[in-house]
């Protein structure tokens, strides 16, 4: 009887990891094919002619069958992308801009990968630059105030991430190349070691990301306060909140946009 027991337990057991196996391969299967159907609407975007409202159609469909919240976030994070990645014109009343914002938000209140949510920040605080730019004396103040609160949260992500100061060299991958049996000692070396290389490439290539991401609201970051009025205690104060952890980090910004500011005071030599 106990034996019998124990069988039918080992049997349950062993379906339940079948079955938790199975349902991770086709998980994965299924975020594979929501990429590349993703990828696919976004390449239709050339930019201007391009029926942007029908993409978006496009991708909101997709959520019928991706409708977990990370597949949510990717669905929306594209959107957000198809808006703002060709620019907008120079005009504030560009119909992207609103759309834009809208869908860094959206994508912003569900799971995302790192990189994709800095720049989600990131483009959330470029579309407000864009529209709000042009803007005279205080209200621009005003706006600025609304911009830079992306600009370092985004940053604040990235740090946290470990975005370095530099861009990292990519590691070798060598090829992996064998004729013999896939259970052959020396096989089953190679391969552990091509899959080591392959890990230290993808990290340092995450890495590369983050430092792009960096750099990116960075700039932002100095390109909302390097303009007239200055207001660098302004930007400390801002700074010294959203990256508590960071002082070093700040200090550098600050660094940055001061000598944004000096570039743009430099006189002109004649």
């Known amino acids: 009887m106990h034996r019998y027991i124990k069988f039918v337990l080992l049997t349950g057991i062993f379906a339940y990891l079948v079955f938790i196996s199975s349902s991770e391969a086709s998980s994965i299967e299924s975020q594979e094919r929501l990429k590349q159907q993703l990828a ?3 390449s239709k975007n050339i930019g201007r002619g391009t029926n942007w409202e029908k993409l978006e159609t496009e991708c909101l469909a ?3 069958d991706n409708n977990s919240p990370p597949n949510k976030g990717r669905i929306y ?9 060709k ?6 009343e560009d119909v992207r801009i609103p759309k ?5 938000k959206k994508a912003l209140q569900h799971p995302l990968e790192a990189t994709t949510a800095c720049e989600m920040y990131g483009r959330w605080a470029g579309a407000l630059m864009v529209k709000y730019f042009n803007s005279a004396g205080s209200e621009f103040v005003k706006r600025r105030r609304e911009a830079i609160i992306p600009c370092l949260t985004g940053l604040k ?3 946290d991430n470990k975005a370095p100061k530099k861009r990292q060299k990519l590691p070798p991958v060598n090829m992996l190349s064998f004729h013999g049996r896939k259970n052959h000692p020396i096989y089953k070396k190679l391969f552990k070691e091509h899959k080591e290389q392959l890990a230290k490439r993808r990290k340092a290539e995450l890495q590369n990301e983050l430092y792009w991401q960096r750099w990116a609201l960075t700039r932002r970051c100095a390109t909302l306060y390097s303009r007239k009025p ?3 205690d302004e930007l400390k104060s801002y700074a010294d909140k959203a990256l508590k952890k960071y002082k070093e980090d700040v200090n550098d910004l600050i660094a940055e946009v001061q000598a944004e500011i000096a570039k743009k005071e430099k006189v002109p030599r004649f």
Not at 100 to 104: D, L, T
Request: charged letters at 15%; proline letters at 0%; a positive charge.
């Open 40 to 42: 696919r609407i976004r």
């Open 62 to 64: 997709l959520i019928k």
């Open 77 to 85: 994070a594209t959107i957000a992308l198809i808006y703002a990645e």
């Open 87 to 92: 620019g907008y014109s120079s005009s504030s």
């Open 100 to 104: 834009a914002i809208k869908y860094c």
């Open 157 to 159: 992500l990235a740090l």
């Open 230 to 232: 200055y207001n660098m």
